[in-house]
């Protein structure tokens, strides 16, 4: 395998019709790579899914991997504005959680192709997939941080406590969102949510 292209992405469009065109082409390169695969899909598979000439890809992109880093983001970016609406007015952390874990595994069931983009990520460019779970840690280990502070949650690593519940969701949602497709999402959310909430520790009789 090549090594990823380190050259910085091409300029966004400045048009309404370029922005258009742009979105046009990561739509169908999510299809075809969440569908086919990053190996098997290719620039002429991508352009005729867009509906598009061929040159008309390298007008905003170099390579099919500037296309995957760029599917990658885009995951990152939608997936934290659809968890920050759902949590906009949680009472405290908890509840956040709850709110957060079933609003990702929404998104997954939503999603399939862009979850399976992002995992092919890891193969084609380690560092774009890390930058997607580090960007998350980020503000996730903060508002954990904050929560502890405020007594909504027992102090702890913060950061620790994110990358494990991140990895937490991500399993969750791969099993029961992304393969079990006739799931009901409420009883697998609730049963993640009550580990997260209660651990495993067992419960002693009054």
Do not use: C
């Amino acid at each position: 395998m090549s090594e990823p292209d380190s050259s910085p992405a091409l300029p966004a469009p400045k048009t309404k019709r370029g922005q258009l065109t742009r979105e046009r082409i990561l739509d169908a390169a999510e299809k075809e790579i969440g569908g086919r695969g990053f190996a098997e899909a290719s620039i002429s598979t991508i352009t005729a899914e867009a509906k598009v000439a061929q040159g008309t890809f390298y007008v905003y992109f170099r390579t099919k991997e500037d296309v995957m880093r760029e599917l990658v983001l885009r995951m990152g970016r939608r997936l934290r504005r659809h968890l920050t609406l759902s949590i906009v007015d949680a009472p405290d952390r908890l509840e956040a959680e709850r709110r957060g874990l079933r609003a990702f595994l929404e998104f997954v069931r939503a999603n399939p192709n862009l979850y399976r983009v992002v995992a092919e990520a890891q193969f084609v460019d380690p560092e774009v997939y890390r930058r997607y779970y580090e960007d998350f840690v980020k503000s996730y280990s903060s508002a954990l941080r904050s929560a502890a502070r405020r007594g909504e949650i027992s102090k702890g690593d913060a950061e620790v406590r994110a990358w494990a519940l991140m990895g937490l969701s991500d399993m969750v949602g791969m099993r029961y969102a992304l393969w079990g497709s006739k799931t009901k999402l409420d009883q697998v959310s609730d049963a993640a949510f009550e580990l997260i909430a209660k651990g495993l520790e067992p419960r002693r009789r009054a």
